[in-house]
């Protein structure tokens, strides 16, 4: 909701506003049809040319179970992108969601690129952060190869292995 390269999100026409009464209104339905779901609130990372805040999205603990952050590690795949850590990554978008709500969060999407420096290390940098916190019970990794850029864990034996170590330790 807090991107800027699709029509569903914020621009001129589509505020947070309209996000926060689109998300009250579903929910409300879904509690009216006494659905059995679960609402994860998951806005990607902080980014430069982001259009709003995340207190401005937030529709409120009451109207979410489980909140989330979607982030990327895009290297040196293009031009305006540098290599980050995980640390780097989400770091700062963490921060900024603990101080709106202490709800459980989770990874929703989370992946990191070989080109610009080493998966490998991105990896194990995630394995060593993830326990300072301790609100994140959830990590999804974005396995795919997306417009040409392949996030997959299987991009390297080294990426792999760093994985499979570091799934071993959190055990």
């Given at each position: 909701m807090n991107g800027d390269w699709g029509a569903y999100q914020l621009s001129?026409?589509?505020?947070?506003?309209?996000?926060?009464?689109?998300?009250?209104?579903?929910?409300?339905?879904?509690?009216?049809?006494?659905?059995?779901?679960?609402?994860?609130?998951?806005?990607?990372?902080?980014?430069?040319?982001?259009?709003?805040?995340?207190?401005?999205?937030?529709?409120?603990?009451?109207?979410?179970?489980?909140?989330?952050?979607?982030?990327?590690?895009?290297?040196?795949?293009?031009?305006?992108?540098?290599?980050?850590?995980?640390?780097?990554?989400?770091?700062?978008?963490?921060?900024?969601?603990?101080?709106?709500?202490?709800k459980p969060m989770q990874l929703g999407e989370l992946s990191s690129v070989e080109k610009g420096g080493n998966k490998a290390a991105w990896i194990r940098n995630m394995c060593q952060v993830l326990p300072s916190y301790p609100q994140v019970r959830k990590v999804f990794w974005f396995h795919v190869v997306d417009r040409n850029v392949d996030w997959r864990l299987t991009t390297s034996q080294a990426a792999l292995d760093a994985f499979k170590a570091c799934i071993r330790k959190q055990s």
């Open positions: 001129a026409r589509n505020t947070p506003q309209d996000f926060k009464r689109a998300w009250l209104r579903l929910h409300r339905i879904f509690r009216e049809e006494k659905a059995n779901v679960r609402w994860v609130w998951s806005p990607n990372i902080i980014y430069p040319t982001m259009r709003s805040n995340y207190r401005a999205l937030y529709p409120g603990d009451a109207y979410v179970d489980e909140v989330g952050l979607d982030g990327y590690n895009w290297g040196t795949t293009n031009p305006w992108n540098r290599w980050k850590t995980f640390a780097q990554t989400f770091d700062q978008s963490y921060r900024a969601v603990k101080k709106i709500t202490n």
